[in-house]
């Protein structure tokens, strides 16, 4: 036997901490990044699976007589319907609950406890339905930090549970007591119209309630209306007029904070690798951008976009109150342009021209900016300097950025 053949399982055997190490660390990032919300999901799904599994049979067999008006009825016993409700807004939360829904996390809590509550009344002793209830509850509450979103999916889901809950207690109920209304609901058709009909609160009057029973589900069925529509509409339209609103305030807020800071002019090579010094060194930049191309910088980056010679464009970006606006388009008639803008609307303010072009510097000293900086002049003597060992220094540097002709 070959010493590689009787080395091999020792080596592996030796590796195999390592690997086992390796595994447990992959396994423990799958878990920090989504193991508690699909914990929760899953837990949420069998429970409403559980609810639902025993009345399916009895909510087949009414739904395949709906022109029966018992078996109608029958979908409006008390011991059926809750369960199904119940577990069907079980099964719809756990696509809330992956998406780390904060109304989702609330929601499930509540149905977990009624799921718990009936499981326990139900059975009369401690079955597998309460014990899932009680373990979602406890993950739940362990990882509450977890389900931290405000998720317009999730409050749809919720609104579409709640509507679709409310639908079926009108129609149930409408038909449940039926005989109390003139005239009498006796079928489904009916009972769909008078429920949308109340719970929008038109009430054309044609069909009316006459006895005491009649009467108070007309009342509850007004109020739960009110209040589920009221509910949705602020889970789903209140983050989207929110978000608006957020938008706006940020963006205001962010003009207003637009002090001693540096002004950057184009989307040239040059000014973004300028933008990235100047935020590595942590001092806030605002950069102007032109409408027409595409900015290269990212989503975090305070991009104004508009003409840079504008005044608007100009007092928006903060300049009056920048420590210094460099202008680093890759047109140099545009920077001695934009140069001219910056002069008149804020004098104080230091300007920095970049020239792309060495034969237009003697043009762009025209408009006077504070310092020039032509990367190809730069470049140029310094290489020249470096081939023949000559010294440089800051005071070399300086004359060389302020483009000096002599």
């Given at each position: ?43 949420a799904a069998a429970a409403g699976a559980l609810l639902m599994r025993p009345q ?197 807020m962010q003009k207003q904070q637009r ?148």
């Amino acid at each position: 036997m070959s010493r590689d053949e009787a080395g091999g399982p020792a080596q592996r055997l030796r590796a195999l901490p390592g690997l086992v190490e390796s595994r447990i660390g992959v396994l423990r990032r799958v878990w920090n990044s989504a193991g508690p919300q699909a914990l929760a999901a899953l837990l949420a799904a069998a429970a409403g699976a559980l609810l639902m599994r025993p009345q399916f049979a009895h909510v087949a067999s009414s739904l395949r007589m709906l022109n029966d008006p018992q078996a109608a009825l029958g979908l409006a016993d008390m011991l059926v319907l809750p369960r199904v409700l119940l577990g069907l807004g079980l099964v719809l939360m756990s696509l809330g609950l992956l998406a780390r829904a904060r109304v989702a996390w609330v929601i499930t809590l509540l149905l977990s406890l009624l799921g718990a509550g009936d499981a326990l009344v139900s059975a009369h002793r401690i079955g597998p339905l309460f014990v899932l209830c009680l373990l979602q509850l406890a993950v739940l509450l362990l990882w509450a930090r977890r389900f931290n979103r405000s998720s317009i999916a999730a409050g749809s889901l919720f609104a579409l549970l709640s509507i679709g809950s409310l639908m079926l207690y009108g129609m149930l109920g409408s038909l449940w007591f039926g005989e109390g209304y003139t005239p009498p609901i006796r079928n489904l058709g009916t009972a769909l119209y008078y429920a949308v009909e109340t719970m929008s609160t038109v009430g054309y009057g044609d069909i009316v309630p006459r006895t005491l029973h009649a009467r108070m589900f007309t009342v509850s069925l007004i109020v739960l209306g009110i209040t589920v529509f009221a509910t949705t509409l602020s889970l789903i339209i209140g983050p989207v007029i929110g978000g608006s609103i957020k938008r706006a305030l940020e963006g205001r807020m962010q003009k207003q904070q637009r002090r001693n800071h540096y002004v950057i002019l184009g989307i040239s090579a040059l000014a973004y690798t300028t933008w990235k010094a100047l935020q590595q060194r942590g001092v806030p930049v605002t950069v102007v951008v032109s409408s027409a191309a595409a900015s290269p910088f990212p989503p975090e980056a305070d991009v104004v976009v508009g003409d840079a010679t504008s005044n608007e464009v100009l007092e928006r970006a903060g300049v009056p109150h920048a420590k210094a606006v460099l202008t680093l388009r890759e047109d140099d008639a545009e920077n001695a342009f934009a140069v001219l803008a910056v002069k008149e609307l804020a004098p104080g303010v230091k300007t920095i021209a970049g020239v792309n072009d060495a034969r237009h510097v003697a043009k762009i000293r025209r408009v006077q900016p504070d310092l020039l900086f032509a990367p190809q002049l730069l470049g140029s003597d310094l290489l020249v300097r470096s081939l023949f060992d000559e010294p440089i220094d800051n005071q070399t540097v300086a004359k060389l950025l302020f483009a000096d002709p002599d």
